[in-house]
Structure formats: structure tokens, C-alpha cells
């Protein structure tokens, strides 16, 4: 790895990336930052991306100047963060740029009077505090030019993902770091540097100390990223899916039937991703868990047992670092367990048809269509179209309609209502 302090400068003639490949609220906030003498680079993902003629999510900016200079700069900008500010400038439309002053890696040797996160430092520095080569690549909007101080211009043309610094103390660092190795190795499709990847094991433990929250956070990024089952298949194979979700990510990882069943509907659910009809959280997880959820209502429930509390005592029980929210997490249970009852009913012809009213029967619907078919069907109710289909001697019960009740009158006999009225009057003093 070529990690030295005289950066490797790769001239506009070398290289694929043109100004018109960059957001123009992008380029506003590049150029005006260098018309007033500050150093003003694109950074990051952004570069990676584009260099991978790729369009990049986001376009992020770093420079010398200080969040207040920034501020003064553009009136449309907002300073964010405790530890570290940043700055965001606004545009219409709700599009955001960010914009981050250079920062090093505080001297243990010096007094620390301030957090040292908020310790300012040079380009090379801000480049070494990265923590994948392939992130740590700067656009020059000066000169048009890349600059590299950590071989990420070598990483990209070996198509490899390689650690900045020493494997084992950067994962110390942040956990969270042996994720992102294999997200933009699996989703790029690279081989990962050998350090990089054998100190991954010995430090996977260091994960369940990260916050359950910024765990579920970095979840969603990937499966709602279109490569969720590269990705996901990736963070098996390194047994990363025990540490997020327990007992279930170890059914996940080691039953080869479960495996291949989240594999295909990762993929399915990849799709829809995108092809803009990304599903909600809750149709999400509950496609997500099917695999193992219908693995234990087999093994462990009973034909008349309450199959939604053994899902959410099982959940429970698990010992998941990630923290799912309780709403989506029992959103998914409640739409697994119909799932589960409409699978019955397409075996056995059996269907309780009240399942219909259920709150979460539209998204065990969808599920149903994804799961079965592998694909969304619009306008239709999936299920009933296939229950219909299997057991057509049903159709007329899988339409159910209320009767309405006649209303039954008793004949009275011949001067009861006489009779009746005399005793009454006879009361009367």
C-alpha cells in the first residue's frame, strides 16, 4: 500500500472525470470557496464513483477553511454537529451539500483543550483519517486534477478494497469500519487486501459494542442499496449477521436452505429497490426474516399456538446487537404470521377468511407476491388469485359476503293481546 506523504497527482488528461458529471449546487459551493482563496476539493465517494463511471449519491466537499468562514460564504448555509462541525448548504428542491473543514488525527503528545474531533489539520492529514483508500481520493477543482495520498488510485485500478494504516487498530478505532469493507468490496465487486481482511475475524467481537442504533442505521443502508444480496451474502461469509441479529443471523448464516432462500429474496427485493418501488420497512424485514421465521413456526409451533408471540419471544431471545424499532419489528412479526397462515391455506384448502380484515394484511399481500412469485402484482390480491386457483371448488368462500339476517316475527294467539291488557288494567287500584 502506497501510503506516502508526497500525493500522487493524476492530471485532467489522465483521468475520466468531467465537471459535467458533477451536481451543479456541487460545483457553486467548489467554486466559490476557491474564489476566496481557499482550498476546495470534491472528496470521497463521490470521486470513487465517478472514476468508476458511476453517479454518485452524494457530493461531498472539503476544505481549509473554518465552519464560521463557510458560513460567512453562503447565506443558505446551516452548522451542524456537536463534536465536529459541519456545515450544510442548502438548495431548493431539499438537495443538501456538505462541506467539512480538513481535520487530523489529534498529537497524544499535546495538551487536548478542545474535543479532538474539532482538531483542524492539512489535506494529507484529512486524507490519512479516512479509513479505505478507495475513499480517500480529492478533485481539485483548481486544477481539475485527483490527488491521492493513500493509493487509492492504485486500489481502484487493482479493483481491491485496502484498509488505511494498520487493519487491527483501525477496526479498534471503529467497528464499524470491517463493515464498510465488505459493503464497497461486495457492492463494487472487488477483492479485499489481505491485511485488510484477515484481521476481520479477530476483531468481529468489537462490533456488538457499536450502538444498536447506528447498527440498524447502517443496515438500511444496504438494504436499500439495489446490492443488498451481494452485500449481505459478503457479511455472512465473515459471520457479521451473528453479530447483528443473534441466534437468527447465526440461522442465516448456517443452514444452507435459509441461506439460499434470503439470497433469493434479496434479490427479488433488490428489484423493486431499483426500480423505484422501494417497499416499507416493514414489508422489508418481514421478507428479510421469512426464511428463518417460517424454519421455526415449523419446528417449534403448534397447530393451534399464538405463532405471532413465539416469533416476538424467539426475536426477543435472539441477543441482536442491531436495535430494530419496536413498531417495525412487530409490524413484521404480525405479517409474517399471516404469511404463514396463508401458506397453510394454499396447502390444506383451510382459510379462516377474517384473516381479510387483519391491519397487516395488504403488506402480507405484498410479502405473499414477492415471496411466491418473485415479483409485485398490481391490482390484485395475490393470494386470493392463487387460493382461487388451487382450489377452485372455494371460490365462493373466497368471496365471502355477510348475510343478511330476516327478522322473525312470533304469531300471537288468538286474544293474547285482549287478555294481556285486562290483567294489566286489573292491577290498577
Same mark, same amino acid.
Given at each position: 500500500?502506497?501510503?506516502? !506523504?508526497?500525493?500522487? +497527482? #493524476? ?10 458529471? +458533477? ?7 467548489? $467554486? ?37 468562514? =463557510? ?8 452548522? *451542524? %454537529? ?14 443538501? *451539500? ?22 483542524? %489539520? ?9 479509513? =479505505?483508500?478507495?475513499?480517500? #481520493? ?7 486534477? *485527483? ?8 486500489? *481502484?485500478?487493482?479493483? !481491491? ?5 494498520? /487493519?487491527?487498530? !483501525? $477496526? ?19 477483492? =479485499? ?30 438494504? $436499500? ?36 432462500? #434470503? ?24 421478507? #428479510? ?18 405463532? &405471532? ?10 441477543? &441482536? ?16 404470521? +399471516?404469511?404463514?397462515? &396463508? ?7 383451510? &382459510? ?13 399481500? @405484498?410479502? @405473499? ?30 368471496? /365471502?359476503?355477510?348475510?343478511?339476517? !330476516? ?23
Amino acid at each position: 500500500m502506497n501510503q506516502t !506523504r508526497e500525493p500522487n +497527482i #493524476l492530471p485532467r488528461s489522465s483521468h475520466t472525470i468531467s465537471r459535467r458529471d +458533477i451536481d451543479p449546487e456541487a460545483l457553486k459551493v467548489l $467554486y466559490r470557496l476557491a474564489r476566496n482563496g481557499h482550498k476546495a476539493y470534491l472528496v470521497g465517494g463521490a470521486v470513487r464513483d465517478l472514476l468508476l463511471g458511476k453517479r454518485p449519491k452524494d457530493f461531498d466537499v472539503a476544505t481549509d477553511a473554518r465552519p464560521g468562514q =463557510i458560513k460567512k460564504l453562503f447565506a443558505n448555509c446551516f452548522l *451542524i %454537529g456537536r463534536r465536529f462541525r459541519l456545515a450544510h448548504i442548502h438548495f431548493r428542491g431539499g438537495k443538501i *451539500i456538505e462541506v467539512a473543514t480538513f481535520r487530523k488525527d489529534p498529537d497524544p503528545s499535546e495538551e487536548i483543550q478542545t474535543d479532538p474531533h474539532n482538531t483542524f %489539520g492539512s489535506p494529507v492529514e484529512d486524507a490519512f483519517r479516512r479509513d =479505505i483508500t478507495i475513499n480517500g #481520493l480529492f478533485y481539485d477543482i483548481n486544477s481539475f486534477s *485527483i490527488i491521492d495520498y493513500v493509493g487509492g488510485l492504485g486500489d *481502484i485500478s487493482r479493483r !481491491r478494497v485496502c484498509i488505511i494504516g494498520e /487493519p487491527s487498530a !483501525r $477496526y479498534a478505532e471503529d467497528p464499524v469500519r470491517m463493515w464498510r469493507v465488505l459493503r464497497y468490496a461486495a457492492s463494487n465487486g472487488f477483492s =479485499i487486501e489481505e491485511r485488510t481482511a484477515g484481521a476481520i475475524a479477530g476483531n468481529l467481537h468489537l462490533l456488538a459494542s457499536c450502538s444498536g442504533s447506528r447498527m440498524y442505521e447502517e443496515f438500511n443502508k444496504d438494504l $436499500y442499496s439495489g446490492s443488498s444480496a451481494e452485500i449481505f451474502s459478503l457479511l455472512m461469509r465473515h459471520s457479521l449477521f451473528s453479530v447483528l441479529f443473534g441466534n437468527v443471523g447465526r440461522v442465516l448464516e448456517r443452514q444452507v436452505e435459509v441461506n439460499d432462500e #434470503l439470497s433469493r429474496l434479496l434479490a427479488v427485493h433488490d428489484r423493486l429497490v431499483l426500480s423505484g418501488n422501494t417497499p416499507s420497512p416493514s414489508v422489508s424485514y418481514s421478507l #428479510l426474516l421469512w426464511p428463518w421465521a417460517r424454519i421455526v413456526m415449523r419446528d417449534k409451533g403448534q397447530p393451534d399456538s399464538d405463532k &405471532m408471540k413465539l416469533l416476538a419471544d424467539e426475536l426477543a431471545a435472539s441477543g &441482536m446487537s442491531m436495535i430494530i424499532p419496536k413498531g417495525i419489528r412487530a409490524s413484521a412479526v404480525h405479517v409474517l404470521e +399471516i404469511l404463514d397462515r &396463508m401458506m397453510q391455506a394454499l396447502e390444506t384448502g383451510r &382459510m379462516r377468511w377474517s384473516l381479510l380484515k387483519k391491519a397487516s394484511y395488504k403488506d402480507a399481500v @405484498f410479502v @405473499f407476491s414477492l415471496v411466491t412469485q418473485g415479483r409485485l402484482t398490481q391490482g390484485e390480491d395475490a393470494f386470493r388469485a392463487a387460493y382461487t386457483a388451487q382450489h377452485p371448488d372455494k371460490t365462493d368462500k373466497a368471496n /365471502p359476503r355477510k348475510r343478511r339476517r !330476516r327478522r322473525r316475527f312470533r304469531k300471537r294467539a288468538p286474544g293474547a293481546g285482549h287478555q294481556a291488557a285486562g290483567q294489566e288494567a286489573s292491577r290498577i287500584p
